[in-house]
């Protein structure tokens, strides 16, 4: 055995951690799949073992043989006339194994940089197994990384003794990652395919979210505090839906901490990312009115059997209820499992024109209109006789699209209603 071979089999026990049984039983096999392709004749061999002293340097290849009686013996590959093997063990018996050393005098490098070859890939075989078994059962946990390599855009992390990959799809958009990168990432799953054992990490995971309230709020992690539910648009904004089980602990300010301390670490980790925390709620009314905070909501309107809940809310906080892009309603949506429809009060606006209406419908009594002029005259500034009593002739006709001489009649109406006011 030379230098190389054992330094390999340091390397892989203490730099791999693969157990150095593991190492010396992938250096056995590679030793017998090199003696099977140096030998002619040695595939026929059923049975051969490799003995390999890790400390002598020194390699042994043994055939085992079926003993037979000599008039029996057909198969020098794999048996061995009775009278031979009572040579080596004289209380040998017909039909037992024994084992002969085959070794070629010439087993040396060649067969050495055979068998690194196939140690190689047992190994790596090995090594991924060994990886499936540690990480199969920490899906769900976050682990810390260094950012590797890129693989198109796929992000390669290093973990340590392994390598994760975090997909493109799990990225987050917003984020921007250089090799040498330290990092942290959610551990989606742990697959065990064709290619071997991968760690699928990732950063945009809504469970991302969870886990770090879980590691940053006490509360949570004993179980005073649940999170009922996440939504979330990774980059962008988050909703986290929390419950206390005990009435004394307000389970929002427990997740916003001594001046938002606590969710200000997850906001930095998620690189300034919202985070709404809102009281969860069974009852939909009062879940909507929380989940669209800052917004005031005037009105509500269940549709339980649909799951959809119509709001409405003045002009002022439409912008607010429906948020950037639709954020907030898309987000209160899925977080509450109903369809949230937001929409303008139209209630004011409504009694608005109701006013309107009416002080329009007086003037056209008294100026002798129907209600669409008097409507288009008011609409026009004429809020009484008096104003209208000033105003062009040509202004009055324009903008009731009316004559001249209809709108001088108009006029001079007015001016005698004002005269004897």
Not at 41 to 54: K, M, Q, S, Y
Not at 150 to 167: A, H, N, T, Y
């Amino acid at each position: 055995m030379t230098n190389d071979i054992v330094a390999l089999i340091e390397y892989y026990e203490k730099e791999k951690g693969i157990d150095r049984d593991k190492v010396v039983a992938a250096l056995e096999y590679a030793f017998i799949s090199a003696y099977r392709k140096m030998v002619p004749g040695a595939d026929a061999i059923e049975i051969l073992r490799a003995d390999v002293n890790t400390k002598k340097g020194e390699t042994r290849i043994y055939a085992s043989l079926k003993v037979v009686p000599d008039e029996d013996y057909a198969d020098k590959f794999n048996e061995v006339p009775f009278s031979t093997a009572s040579k080596k063990n004289p209380e040998v018996q017909v039909e037992e194994q024994v084992e002969f050393n085959v070794t070629p005098k010439d087993f040396g490098r060649i067969a050495v940089q055979t068998a690194k070859q196939t140690m190689m890939q047992r190994l790596r075989q090995a090594e991924k197994e060994m990886i499936y078994e540690e990480f199969k059962d920490r899906a769900g946990d976050i682990v810390s990384g260094t950012v590797r390599r890129f693989d198109r855009s796929d992000v390669l992390i290093d973990l340590g003794k392994f390598e994760g990959v975090m997909p493109s799809r799990e990225r987050v958009q917003t984020e921007e990652y250089n090799i040498g990168d330290r990092i942290r990432a959610y551990v989606v799953a742990v697959e065990n395919e064709g290619r071997g054992p991968e760690i699928i990490l990732s950063r945009s995971h809504p469970n991302f979210v969870r886990r770090l309230f879980e590691a940053e709020v006490n509360e949570i992690s004993d179980r005073t505090v649940e999170i009922r539910g996440i939504a979330r648009e990774a980059g962008y904004r988050t909703k986290v839906a929390v419950w206390s089980t005990d009435d004394k602990v307000d389970p929002v300010g427990a997740c916003v901490g001594l001046r938002g301390a606590r969710v200000k670490n997850i906001v930095r980790e998620l690189n300034n990312e919202k985070v709404d925390i809102i009281r969860w709620s069974d009852n939909p009314e009062e879940f909507v009115r929380e989940a669209l905070k800052p917004a005031v909501l005037r009105s509500i309107s269940v549709d339980t059997e649909a799951r959809v809940l119509h709001v409405t809310v003045d002009e002022e906080d439409l912008s607010k209820a429906i948020g950037r892009r639709g954020q907030n309603a898309r987000l209160s949506s899925r977080l509450m499992g109903w369809d949230v429809q937001v929409r303008k009060d139209e209630s004011k606006l409504e009694q608005f024109e109701k006013k309107i209406a009416g002080a329009a419908h007086s003037m056209g009594e008294m100026l002798g209109l129907d209600d669409d002029l008097a409507d288009k005259l008011f609409r026009a500034g004429g809020m009484s006789s008096e104003i209208v009593a000033e105003m062009p002739a040509d202004y009055i006709a324009a903008n009731l699209e009316v004559s001249e001489e209809r709108a001088l009649d108009i006029l001079a109406r007015a001016k005698a209603h004002s005269a004897s006011a």
